[in-house]
């Protein structure tokens, strides 16, 4: 069966779990944090849950360098700081 790793195609066994599909695509799995189809995931279901057709994991991955950086997929943030949706140009409109 295929399944997304973020946004890579991969090819399991049917009913494969969570846990050993990360391991077999050599996921770091320290300080992450895991969302099947935009469902986060507890870290106490990664070993019990059953992956189906299509589902889309996402990887989040919180790495420290220098300083603390937020990586989502392939996209490395430094600031964790994320604001609105860009809908007003100005502070005071949206006061």
């Not at 997304?4 to 695509?25: C, R, T, Y």
């Amino acid at each position: 069966m295929r399944i997304l790793i973020n946004q890579d195609s991969v090819e399991v066994n049917h009913a494969s779990g969570l846990l050993s599909v990360l391991k077999l695509a050599e996921t770091e799995l320290e300080g992450c944090a895991i969302a099947i189809n935009n469902q986060v995931i507890p870290s106490i279901r990664w070993q019990t849950e059953i992956l189906k057709e299509n589902d889309h994991i996402l990887v989040f991955v919180l790495s420290r360098e220098d300083k603390m950086h937020l990586k989502i997929a392939d996209h490395t943030f430094k600031s964790r700081l994320f604001t609105g949706t860009g809908k007003f140009s100005y502070a005071q409109t949206n006061a």
